[in-house]
Each structure stands twice: as structure tokens, then as C-alpha cells.
């Protein structure tokens, strides 16, 4: 699932394979490690809301999807 794409957008995130949202191409990054992997929705709904605060652009409905699809992104381990 994409939440958001380069070039129509200034972030790239969506849900990773192994679990868990990645912001891929992340301009907060450094040369060697250009992707954001975020442990839980709030992480990722924070990280974005300071790309916003830099004036990055991306859907006006991210954070609802995000959290929408937070149980399937981040399901509770059971012990």
C-alpha cells in the first residue's frame, strides 16, 4: 500500500513488506541511508507532520489512511 508517491508528491511512504511504513527517499536521511522505517503509526504521523513543517507536500488524507490500515501495519504481538 502507497500513501503517498514521488513526483506527484514530495514524500514517498508506504507499508513495507516485513511490517511496519517506510518514508523511502527521505530527505531527512543522509547519502547512505535515504529511508525512514517507523515503529509505529504515531512515529510515522510525526516524522510527516515535520516534513509538512519543511513544506513538503503530499495527500491531505495520509494521516487518515495511516491510521486506518494502523492494526494491518503494526499488528499487536501476542505473547
Known amino acids: 500500500m ?3 508517491r514521488l513526483f506527484s508528491d514530495d514524500v ?3 507499508a513495507h513488506s516485513s511490517g511496519g511504513v517506510v518514508c523511502q527517499m527521505c530527505s ?13 503509526t504515531q512515529e510515522m504521523v510525526d ?4 516534513h509538512q513543517k519543511k513544506g513538503d507536500s503530499m495527500p491531505s488524507d495520509i494521516f ?12 499487536t ?3
Do not use: C, R
Open 2 to 4: 502507497s500513501y503517498a
Open 28 to 40: 531527512f536521511g543522509d547519502m547512505i541511508e535515504t529511508f525512514y522505517k517507523a515503529e509505529s
Open 77 to 79: 504481538k501476542k505473547a
Open 12 to 14: 514517498y511512504v508506504y
Open 47 to 50: 516524522h510527516l507532520k515535520a
Open 64 to 75: 487518515d489512511k495511516l491510521w486506518a490500515d494502523d492494526a494491518e501495519n503494526y499488528p
